[in-house]
C-alpha cells in the first residue's frame, strides 16, 4: 500500500543504497528514481521493483546546466517530501540547495566533517584511523556539509584496504539511511529553523539501541 510520505531518490551508480531503502520502507513511498547516468545500475533495479525511473543524458540536452535543471524539475514535479541523494555524483547547484535546504538528504562514507569529497576509505586507512563510518546528513551548498542526522561507525582493522573498508561500511549503510528515512517520515526526526536536528525520544532510544551515533553525541 502506498504510504503518505513521498520520497525521490537520487542515484548514479549501482545503487544498493537505493535497494536498502526500498527494502526497508516503513513509513514512506519510493514515488521515483532519477539519474544522471542513463545506464545507471540502480535505475534497471528501480524498474524491476516497479518504481518510475527518469534519466536525463548531458549528451542530449547539450549542458551540465541543462540536464541539471531537467533532474531538478522532474525530481520536484510531485512535490516529494524528501529528496534522497543515494550515490548520487553530481554538484547539486547551489540556488536548488537554498530553496530546499530541509527537503533533500545524502549518505557519505566518512564520519562527517571527517573526509569529505571522494576517496574517505584510502583518506582514513592512510591518517592511520582506527574508526570510520558513514554519515547521513541534510545537504547544504557546500559538499558534504549540513546538519548531521545520524552517523555508523566501523572498525578499521589492520589488513584492511580500502576495498575491504567499503564493502565492510556498505553493510552499515544499508541500515543507517533506511533507519534516518523512516524516521524522519515518520516525525519522529526534524530539522528546526534554527538549523539544529531534533529527535523524539522515542529515535533517540532507537538510535542507542541500533548502535547509531545522532548530532547531539557528535557535538
Ligand atoms: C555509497 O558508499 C554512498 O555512501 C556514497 O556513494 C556510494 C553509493 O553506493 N555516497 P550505492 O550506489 O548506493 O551502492
Known amino acids: ?53 527518469d534519466a536525463f543524458s548531458q549528451k542530449e ?13 522532474s525530481a520536484l514535479e510531485s512535490s516529494p517530501d524528501l529528496i534522497v541523494l543515494a550515490g548520487y555524483m553530481q554538484i547539486l ?9 530541509g527537503k533533500v538528504i545524502n549518505i557519505h562514507p566518512s564520519l562527517l566533517p571527517k573526509y569529505p569529497g571522494l576517496d574517505t576509505h584510502k583518506r582514513a586507512i592512510d591518517n592511520g584511523d582506527t574508526l570510520h563510518g558513514c554519515s547521513v546528513h541534510f545537504v547544504d551548498v557546500e559538499v558534504d556539509t549540513g546538519p548531521v542526522i545520524a552517523q ?20 552499515f549503510e544499508h541500515k543507517l539511511y533506511p533507519w534516518c528515512v ?6 519522529e526526526i526534524s530539522l528546526g529553523l534554527d538549523r539544529k536536528v531534533s529527535y523524539s525520544p522515542a529515535s ?7 548502535g547509531f551515533l545522532v548530532s547531539l553525541d557528535v557535538a
Do not use: W
Open 1 to 53: 500500500m502506498a504510504k503518505d510520505f513521498s520520497v525521490v531518490v537520487l542515484l548514479s551508480g549501482r545503487g544498493s543504497n537505493f535497494e536498502s531503502l526500498a527494502e526497508q520502507a516503513e513509513h514512506f513511498s519510493i514515488t521515483k528514481v532519477i539519474s544522471n547516468k542513463v545506464k545507471a545500475l540502480g535505475l534497471r533495479k528501480a524498474s524491476s521493483l516497479g518504481i518510475p525511473i
Open 182 to 187: 523512516n524516521q524522519i517520515a515518520a516525525g
Open 61 to 73: 540536452l547539450g549542458s551540465v546546466l541543462a540536464q541539471k535543471e531537467a533532474i531538478y524539475s
Open 93 to 101: 547547484e547551489p540556488d536548488f540547495v537554498t530553496k530546499n535546504f
Open 152 to 171: 555508523a561507525t566501523c572498525a578499521i582493522e589492520p589488513g584492511d584496504t580500502p576495498d575491504s573498508l567499503s564493502q565492510k561500511l556498505l553493510t
Open 204 to 210: 533517540r532510544q532507537s538510535a542507542k539501541e541500533n
